[in-house]
């Protein structure tokens, strides 16, 4: 497998930041594709979360390793990510929205991909193209927009639509903005231990098959 490094990264909480990159590392297995997961947030909200699972989980067989990864020292970051560089798999971030950190801007320099999880309102996009603006100055990354939690009823709303059309408008240069993620309980209550079922498959296949025709290519 050829390594790449994929940071799931934003400007703005609440975006869903580590649900995407958590759904995406089970995708990722699920195709048989092979995976490390680093939580560099200062909340560890993944290692977290398996924590507990594994508590209710004890005996379960881990899809992938999910560690912690320290961003206190920037030269300490700066060897990590090279070594990481050699790693026959996919390594996936989970970064916090901080664009302007510099040890974690030595993460954003060696990614090759950036899947950032935006919605239509106008905070989000502000947020969203901001982040952009700043994270290509820093990275050569590919980067792909999530769609996140998007209300399917509400897309209907003829300003929802004006708000979707702004979006690709003001974010489209930056990158690719894949298909919307639908707001759903399946998408919101993910698992770092539980392999994907049909209705998660299901939730999250068209936004995540850019992303995977960019990987395997």
Do not use: W
């Not at 026959?88 to 970064?95: E, H, K, R, S, Y």
């Not at 993460?107 to 952009?132: C, G, H, K, Q």
């Amino acid at each position: 497998m050829q390594n790449k490094i994929i940071v799931c990264v934003g400007l703005k909480g609440g975006g869903g930041k580590s649900t995407v990159c958590a759904n995406l590392a089970l995708h990722l297995i699920d195709q048989g594709i092979p995976v490390i997961v680093y939580d560099a947030d200062i909340q560890q909200t993944l290692v977290r979360h398996r924590q507990r699972e594994l508590v209710e989980n004890p005996d379960a067989e881990l899809p992938y390793q999910l560690l912690p990864f320290s961003t206190a020292d920037a030269e300490s970051v700066k060897a990590n990510m090279a070594k990481l560089k050699e790693v026959p798999a996919i390594v996936l971030f989970d970064c916090p929205g901080n664009i302007q950190d510099a040890c974690l801007q030595h993460i954003y320099e060696v990614a090759d991909m950036a899947v950032v999880p935006t919605r239509y309102d106008s905070d989000n996009l502000d947020a969203t193209v901001l982040f952009a603006d700043m994270f290509t100055k820093i990275s050569k990354a590919k980067m792909f927009f999530v769609p996140n939690c998007i209300n399917a009823i509400e897309e209907r709303r003829e300003e929802i639509k004006n708000a979707r059309d702004i979006a690709y408008k003001m974010i489209g240069k930056y990158g690719f903005i894949t298909s919307r993620i639908k707001q759903s309980v399946t998408v919101k209550c993910y698992s770092t231990i539980i392999p994907h079922d049909s209705y998660h498959r299901n939730a999250v296949k068209f936004a995540f098959e850019p992303i995977m025709e960019y990987i395997c290519k």
